[in-house]
């Protein structure tokens, strides 16, 4: 008995497989007396599951299989019920059999007699005979069964604690789902499996950050709770794994891209609803990315797909899903191209400031300029931002861009003052990255200050693209900072992006610069100019100032006259030009300051 109970211990010890263990067990016993059956149920959530039955037939355990316990439900569920051991002689005769005795008086089996296994007070499984004869345990037979419950007892702990470490290690605690390395595990599984039809989705919670900076973290916590919930729900029967913060995965047994596009609108439609996190109304967002699995593909290329539909799409669709086709590795190659050419341009000192002149329509006179930014090529080429504006997608890219443009703006205002030329203001572009970035009143105020430019000669020029990362509270607040220094902020390319008339409400601005898509559709009859007389309406009324965009031809120029629209800018004046000419423009053609102080400026 010693030697049997040392190496089921042995077992235990090294680790085996729970039913592995318990089947030896059960065998060695049964070798003992031939004329007994062991069987060991588990006992999970009230319902009875085998572990090991090595002398029944498997038809017999596969009825039991999830069957609840209770007082009439045989020997063992009997057992597991009252937590203790029932010993029935004779099956034939006893009520606790009368729904199963027909399962087992084929197989000659006369009586049973079971004993609960139990972890603390608990019972966790039934070790149970089964005799052929109409009879109950023999003193012998007891003492081999409690051994054996308490062997099985170790052995389901044991299990139970591999259980537990295993949940811990692949579940994620904040949401519950199971995390980045059980998808790791799941994905490599996929990629060793036969079958290629399979789909991967991966998705990013856009306003994550912008909850977290308004409402803290605890709101923060809260909405990836409700996402995961709602992914979950939405996903049904396929797997979601949280990968870590705002991320998220999807494994689905899909093998067209148009059922993986219904699933994916399925979990957007599911998730963006209202929510209540932390006390605060939120509307959760998600950017879906997804790829599908082809024959001979390595799972690890299937999400490197989906990686780069996700990328696109948290570029060019937010809130929207993207499929993987093979052209958007293409555009990322593209991008990371000029990611890496910009930045070598800028260790290597080829960022260089062009400037394009904003004149009086009037007059034609220069009031001032936007700085535009220029990479000269190895080569001597100059190229314009439009062909490397992929890289300014990138944040550290483009908060390195905007430093080297003030650098370069802060040294170019401060010849054009030491030479008294009649200089009144310069813009300078900020991108939705620099908002991103700390310290942007010292980033922009700091290099003028050094070269003694005054702040009020500056412009800070800002798309609406900057509103979409952070809210409107949190760049108004900078924008404020920035204005209380000096110098203008102007609402750049207004009436491309969302919501325009509503920034107006929130972000202070001094300038807003009608895009070109109004200006090159200035005729007759076209609503762009209903629409740009309104804006010149609000404007004058707000006390903003208003310069047109994309100027090229005179009857532009005349038009927007017309609309009482004074300043404007386009290639019908100039291009943008390097500081020489600059310096010549404002030589030949700059407003007089003495004019400008008088309020035409």
Avoid at 53 to 73: H, R
Avoid at 89 to 94: A, E, L
Avoid at 167 to 180: E, F, M, S, V, W
């Amino acid at each position: 008995m010693l030697q049997f109970q040392n190496a089921i211990l042995e077992m235990i010890a090294k680790g085996e497989e729970l039913a592995t263990t318990i089947e030896r067990l059960c065998r060695q016993v049964e070798a003992r007396s031939p004329s007994i059956a062991c069987s060991v149920l588990s006992v999970r959530n009230g319902r009875l599951y085998p572990i090991a039955s090595p002398s029944l037939p498997a038809d017999y355990t596969k009825t039991l299989e999830g069957t609840p316990i209770g007082p009439l439900v045989g020997s063992c569920g009997a057992a597991a019920y009252h937590g203790a051991e029932v010993a029935v002689s004779d099956i034939d005769r006893d009520g606790r059999w009368r729904n199963y005795r027909h399962l087992v008086s084929p197989l000659g089996f006369k009586a049973c007699w079971s004993t609960p296994i139990f972890a603390g007070d608990e019972v966790v499984a039934t070790f149970a005979f089964y005799f052929r004869e109409a009879r109950g345990p023999s003193e012998l037979e007891r003492e081999i069964v409690d051994a054996c419950v308490h062997l099985c007892a170790i052995a389901i702990e044991r299990e139970e604690r591999v259980r537990e470490r295993e949940r811990l290690t692949y579940t994620d605690a904040l949401t519950g789902l199971p995390n980045r390395a059980r998808f790791n595990m799941v994905l490599a599984e996929r990629g060793m499996s036969i079958s290629p039809e399979w789909g991967l989705l991966l998705a990013d919670v856009d306003n994550l950050k912008l909850v977290n900076d308004t409402f803290g973290h605890a709101a923060g916590d809260a909405l990836i709770q409700t996402v995961a919930r709602r992914l979950a729900i939405a996903a049904s029967n396929h797997q979601i794994f949280r990968l870590g913060g705002d991320e998220f995965a999807a494994i689905l047994d899909v093998k067209e891209a148009a059922v993986l596009a219904q699933h994916a609108e399925a979990l957007i439609r599911e998730t963006k609803r209202p929510a209540q996190c932390d006390g605060h109304v939120v509307f959760p967002a998600v950017t879906i990315g997804g790829a599908i699995a082809g024959r001979e593909m390595a799972a690890s290329q299937v999400q490197h797909n989906a990686d780069i539909a996700l990328y696109h799409g948290k570029e060019r669709n937010r809130g929207e899903y993207t499929h993987y086709f093979a052209g958007l590795r293409t555009a990322l190659t593209r991008r990371f191209r000029a990611i890496r050419d910009v930045g070598i341009a800028l260790s290597e000192n080829r960022i260089e400031a062009h400037y394009q002149p904003i004149v009086r329509l009037d007059t034609r006179e220069i009031v001032g300029f936007e700085a535009l930014a220029r990479m000269r090529t190895i080569g001597g080429e100059l190229v314009s931002a439009a062909h490397f504006h992929e890289a300014t997608l990138d944040g550290h890219i483009a908060a390195q861009l905007t430093d080297r443009m003030i650098a370069l703006v802060a040294r170019d205002m401060r010849r054009w003052l030491d030479a008294g030329l009649p200089l009144q203001h310069v813009g300078i572009n900020l991108s939705a990255a620099d908002f991103r970035v700390d310290d942007l009143e010292g980033r922009v105020c700091g290099p003028f200050a050094a070269a003694k430019v005054p702040l009020d000669h500056l412009i800070m020029e800002v798309t609406e693209s900057v509103y979409l990362g952070r809210g409107d509270h949190v760049v108004a607040e900078e924008i404020r900072t920035l204005r209380s220094r000096g110098l203008k902020v102007a609402l750049d390319d207004f009436g491309t992006g969302f919501a325009s008339l509503t920034h107006l409400l929130t972000v202070p601005v001094d300038i807003i610069k009608i895009d070109k898509s109004f200006t090159d559709r200035l005729v007759a009859a076209d609503a762009a100019t209903v629409i740009i007389e309104g804006v010149m309406s609000i404007a004058s009324k707000l006390g903003i100032r208003v310069v047109a965009e994309g100027i090229e031809t005179e009857p532009q120029a005349d038009h927007l006259l017309s609309l009482a629209c004074s300043l404007g800018q386009g290639y019908l004046f100039s291009k943008a030009v390097d500081r020489e000419t600059a310096t010549n423009l404002l030589e030949t053609s700059a407003q007089p300051m003495a004019k400008a102080n008088t309020g035409s400026r």
